[in-house]
């Protein structure tokens, strides 16, 4: 079993960063895929980002390339999203969530792979 904590986020002017981190308690933290969701209301939770198991691989949706980054430390067994050049369309309740991976490549888009989910966290843009 993983359960995990975020922390961060909160309210930033159009253009501005936050940091969200995500920590994990459990035993082999780094046999999961790390993955990061939102939602705004009336819609579903969609894939904002993922990391690997090591770390070394990840994968971001198109609407956040470039602004975000994601990053572990599995010694720490917590994740990290910056989040950039904040837009108002970025505003949403952010999840952080794992998934048992076999292979440092498996990083699922999918929030039905995802076993173990955070609490959530708001992020608000000013525009």
């Known amino acids: 079993q993983v359960q995990l904590v975020q922390s961060g986020g909160g309210l930033v002017q159009a253009g501005g960063s936050l940091r969200l981190s995500c920590a994990a308690s459990?035993?082999?933290?780094?046999?999961?895929?790390v993955g990061w969701f939102r939602q705004t209301p009336g819609k579903e939770r969609e894939f904002v980002a993922g990391?690997?198991?090591?770390?070394?691989?990840?994968d971001y949706s198109d609407s956040v390339k470039g602004r975000f980054t994601m990053s572990r430390d599995n010694t720490l067994n917590t994740v990290t999203l910056r989040l950039a050049n904040l837009q108002p369309v970025d505003a949403a309740i952010y999840y952080c969530?794992?998934?048992?991976?076999?292979?440092?490549?498996?990083?699922?888009?999918?929030?039905?792979?995802?076993?173990?989910w955070g609490q959530g966290t708001q992020v608000a843009v000013a525009s």
């Open positions: 969530a794992a998934a048992g991976s076999g292979t440092d490549w498996y990083i699922p888009r999918l929030e039905s792979n995802y076993a173990y």
């Open positions: 459990g035993r082999s933290f780094d046999n999961y895929a």
């Open positions: 990391i690997g198991r090591s770390g070394q691989n990840h």
